[in-house]
Nanobody
């Protein structure tokens, strides 16, 4: 049974950092474009970042550019989201997802995805 499992969420003060992990089992993450998404309280889900297969091109929402970094570790079959300079408005459940249709991020954030269960990130003093 293929699975995506997010981890690394938690409570952090404004200006702090977290690193989220997205670990796959039952399939190879490097075969897929991987997106990170989030859904804050009372908000719609939004795309945060995406990493393509092949050249590992990366893409970011304007709201996180310069603060978040997406990366892959193929040996660990894991994708990471390093989040720095966190703000209260970054509070959300964060999800990773594998794009089932595109190898690149051309479909992000509106692609067809296989989802993880999410991890809560709370930015508060």
């Amino acid at each position: 049974q293929p699975r995506l499992v997010e981890s690394g969420g938690g409570l952090v003060q404004p200006g702090g950092s977290l690193r989220l992990s997205c670990a796959a089992s039952g399939f190879t993450l490097d075969d897929y474009a991987i997106g990170w998404f989030r859904q804050g309280p009372g908000k719609e889900r939004e795309g945060v970042s995406c990493i393509s297969t092949g050249d590992d091109s990366t893409y970011y929402a304007d709201s996180v550019k310069g603060r978040f970094t997406i990366s892959r570790d193929n040996a660990k079959n894991t994708v990471y989201l390093q989040m720095n300079s966190l703000k209260p408005e970054d509070t959300a459940v964060y999800y990773c997802a594998a794009d089932l249709k595109y190898y690149t991020c051309s479909g992000w954030p509106m692609g067809t995805y296989y989802w993880g269960q999410g991890t809560q990130v709370t930015v508060s003093s």
